[in-house]
């Protein structure tokens, strides 16, 4: 489940079809257009890009030429050294990945405070919430460096004073989209690519921020052990 949230609280709940047919949200002005669904839930464009691998219990038997094993295909040759190992449970979750260091930026810090938390945490980006702790945006570093709000190198100090001194508010994404931890991983990773977003705020249901998943956290799920379920 997704939801979208900006500086008059919650403006969106709904599912991913229904989050990319919303116009305006932060970078999903420019989204691809909605692509129909397959009736098992299935992303046609995941689909046809070959994302979702038949299992080998539903494939038929391969024939071998020849007698000769070491031509089987690596599913098939994968699938035999895995025979008899411990069944894992693979991670298919939001909750299961995302990151639960909650690093946050108050509505009501400057741009400069702003890049000083984001420097001293190590983060690319942060969830903006207001005086209550709820959800109105998010601030990344690539807004912050946009080359259209920065001055230009011979610019008086007093300009990149005054940039430094902007509200947050001016400057980062809202409304926002954000999802709930029981979310499916590959229907966010979709709404990454639709947004263009590095990543997006994982809400609880009163709004208030409980983790972040960016695309670093997928990425890393998929060589971790136990596996990211990216085909089941």
């Known amino acids: 489940m997704f939801s979208v949230y900006g500086m008059q609280g919650r403006l969106f709940r709904g599912s991913m079809e229904q989050l990319r047919q919303v116009g305006g949200v932060g970078a999903l002005a420019r989204s691809h257009s909605v692509l ?38 690596a599913l098939s040759a994968y699938t035999d050294t895995r025979a008899g190992s411990t069944s894992r449970q693979p991670l298919t979750r939001v909750s299961d ?24 945490q190590g983060v690319g ?3 903006v919430v207001d005086a209550t702790d709820h959800l109105v945006g998010l601030l990344t570093r690539a807004d912050l ?26 400057i980062m994404v809202t409304p926002v989209p954000s999802v709930a931890p029981d979310s499916d991983i590959r ?42 379920d990216l085909w089941g």
Request: glycine share 6%.
């Open 145 to 170: 460096l946009k080359p259209e709000r920065l001055p230009s190198p011979d610019s008086h100090a007093l300009a990149w004073r005054a940039l430094m001194m902007q509200n947050v508010k001016e």
């Open 187 to 228: 229907r966010v990773a979709q709404v990454l690519l639709d947004t263009g977003l590095p990543g997006l705020p994982v809400v609880d249901e009163a709004g208030g921020v409980a983790g972040f998943i960016s695309r670093s956290d997928i990425l890393r799920a998929v060589v971790t052990d136990p596996p990211l």
């Open 125 to 127: 980006q942060a969830p």
């Open 97 to 120: 990945v995302m990151s639960r260091q909650i690093i946050t930026l108050k509505d009501s810090a400057t741009v400069l405070q702003a890049w000083q938390i984001l420097s001293d």
């Open 36 to 73: 129909p669904v397959a009736q098992e839930g299935r992303d046609r464009l995941a689909e046809s890009s070959g994302m979702f691998v038949e299992s080998e219990a539903n494939k038929p038997a391969s024939r071998t030429v020849g007698g000769d094993d070491s031509r089987r295909n």
